[in-house]
């Protein structure tokens, strides 16, 4: 029989978590999502304020009301801001740079985040007018994944006044 | 402080009908119609709130700051005064009510909300634990609860019969309660012909999952009575917490809803209504025992958290079911009871009376 050596010392102690959630996306965001898997933007207007949320979540966050009357927005925006992404990370899917930007829809109150294309990272702006590009519609689901990126329409910029309240 | 320099009452009350699971509705969605409910009742807007405050806890939803979302529920412009906290909405209302005794401000709107179903529950209270000797052990709450059950029994201080007579009453009591989930009518016999779900304890003495939500308004002084004919007034809330290692407490006992009955000047007070906040069975025993009820008093006519247990919110649907009974004049004193933690590990006790100076309870030498 071996001798029992006296245990070292416990110095570290791994004890891994984990817990799996379901998500509920609630009925306004599902609207939302069912709208991306047909090729649309779907928001929501506050009855009080008039405005339109999107993605919508079921109410206004000034008045706390429900917002009950789906809009369809635009296909296209304007970049209120962004910024150039130059560092890599575990994970990352797109090459960079690449432009991260918020995108406020027309017919929004909110800007969104989106992912900027075909344009050369040093030549995105402010007031940039965008339009989404959709994945070919059998590639459609209640996913953001159903829109591949946005890039510039080509129009003339969009005055500093019609967003300078959603910076 | 735990007597009130300034009356403060309860005026509203709401809740939603809880329910297993909640497919359809995110937080914001769930809590709306709730705090739609507790304004139309007194015809107040959240304009109309000195400050607002909510209970709820992150590691339910599995998302950081989901209070803040929340929010969305209630309308924060212009900027308003509000406050969070990562509990049962009972300590939100302890907040509110201490924050009503500066003064500054006449009302508060409290709320909280806790969904169980997108997560394992089993798994997140084990999370509460100590994270060193017990929470690698993912103690399940229903085994810790067993454990605090067989105390009880090896201490010749109750029965499985005794468990079963709780869970009996508790349902019943909840046919006549729209919002309970859980609601049937069983002799205690019938239930301890039920299978162990953990020794000693059979299905029936452990609360249900739930999803569901409440909210409360709360009044000072004169702007109470304006706003209700029997505001409920809080004339005493306190709250304690015991040892985190389970190791280190005597389970048959509660010593921290003692202090704090003692504190909210509840011990030896006449008490019409008791809302306990018991989810488990046998821990109904160790309240009353703790609480010094009377043997007159009604205990959980709502079917208490046997019938429903949303976590984060059966705390304030205690106290709101209480309220209301001082509201509707079915009572003239209430008790209610909040709890938080493993085995009553962090309890809270709050005295409503249909008068802002009674019930006058005795203190403890």
Avoid at chain 2, 27 to 55: I, R, Y
Avoid at chain 2, 237 to 244: K, Q, W
Wanted: with cysteine; aromatic share 6%; charged share 20%.
């Amino acid at each position: 029989m071996s001798s029992i050596e006296p245990a070292p010392p416990v110095t570290t102690l791994a004890t891994p978590i984990r817990i799996d959630y379901e998500y509920t996306a609630g009925a306004a965001q599902s609207r939302f999502l069912e709208g991306l898997a047909r090729g649309v933007f779907v928001g929501q207007r506050c009855p009080v304020c008039g405005k339109v949320y999107v993605p919508p979540r079921g109410s206004c966050p000034t008045d706390g009301v429900p917002t009950t009357e789906d809009v369809e927005l635009a296909n296209t925006g304007t970049v209120t801001t962004f910024c150039v992404v130059n560092v890599p990370f575990a994970g990352q899917q797109i090459e960079i740079p690449y432009i991260c930007a918020q995108i406020l829809l027309d017919g929004a109150n909110i800007a969104f985040m989106g992912l900027i294309q075909e344009i050369p990272p040093d030549q995105v702006r402010m007031g940039l007018r965008v339009e989404a590009v959709w994945k070919p519609a059998d590639q459609w689901g209640p996913s953001m994944e159903s829109v591949e990126y946005f890039r510039p329409t080509g129009e003339p910029d969009a005055p500093y006044e019609t967003y300078e309240e959603y910076l | 402080m735990t007597r009130p320099v300034r009356p403060v009452a309860v005026v509203s009350f709401a809740q939603a009908r809880h329910v297993r699971r909640e497919d359809h509705r995110n937080e914001v969605e769930m809590l709306m119609p709730v705090v739609g409910d507790v304004f139309a009742k007194v015809q107040l807007t959240k304009d109309d709130m000195g400050f607002v405050c909510s209970g709820s806890a992150d590691y339910l939803v599995g998302a950081p700051f989901s209070f803040v979302m929340a929010l969305d529920a209630v309308g924060a412009w212009p900027p308003m005064r509000e406050s969070h906290v990562e509990m049962d909405g009972a300590w939100a209302l302890y907040e509110a009510w201490t924050l009503l005794q500066e003064g500054e401000i006449d009302t508060a709107l409290v709320y909280s909300f806790g969904r169980s179903s997108p997560s394992q529950l089993h798994k997140v209270l084990a999370l509460q634990l100590d994270p060193y000797y017990l929470a690698p052990l993912w103690p399940d709450p229903v085994a810790l609860a067993a454990l605090q059950a067989q105390a009880l029994i090896d201490a010749g201080k109750a029965t499985e019969a005794d468990f079963a007579a709780v869970a009996s009453r508790s349902r019943r009591d909840a046919l006549a309660n729209p919002n309970a989930q859980v609601a049937k009518d069983q002799t205690a016999e019938e239930l301890l012909a039920e299978e162990y779900l953990v020794a000693p304890l059979r299905r029936h003495a452990v609360p249900p999952i739930s999803d569901g939500a409440a909210a409360v308004v709360l009044a000072a002084g004169e702007r109470a009575r304006e706003l209700v004919q029997r505001p409920a007034w809080i004339t005493g809330i306190d709250h304690r917490i015991e040892p985190h290692a389970l190791g280190a407490r005597d389970l048959t006992t509660s010593p921290s809803t003692r202090a704090a009955a003692d504190g909210a000047g509840v011990l030896g007070a006449a008490v019409d209504v008791a809302e306990l906040h018991a989810p488990f069975a046998h821990q109904e025993l160790i309240l009353r025992e703790a609480l010094g009820l009377p043997d007159t008093t009604v205990v959980n006519p709502s079917g208490g958290a046997l019938a429903a247990n949303a976590l984060m919110v059966a705390g304030l649907v205690r106290i709101g079911e209480a309220a209301q009974r001082i509201m509707d004049g079915t009572a003239d004193t209430a008790v209610a009871h909040a709890t938080s933690g493993p085995c009553l590990q962090q309890n809270l006790v709050c005295a409503l009376a249909a008068t802002p100076s009674g019930p006058v309870g005795g203190r403890e030498a």
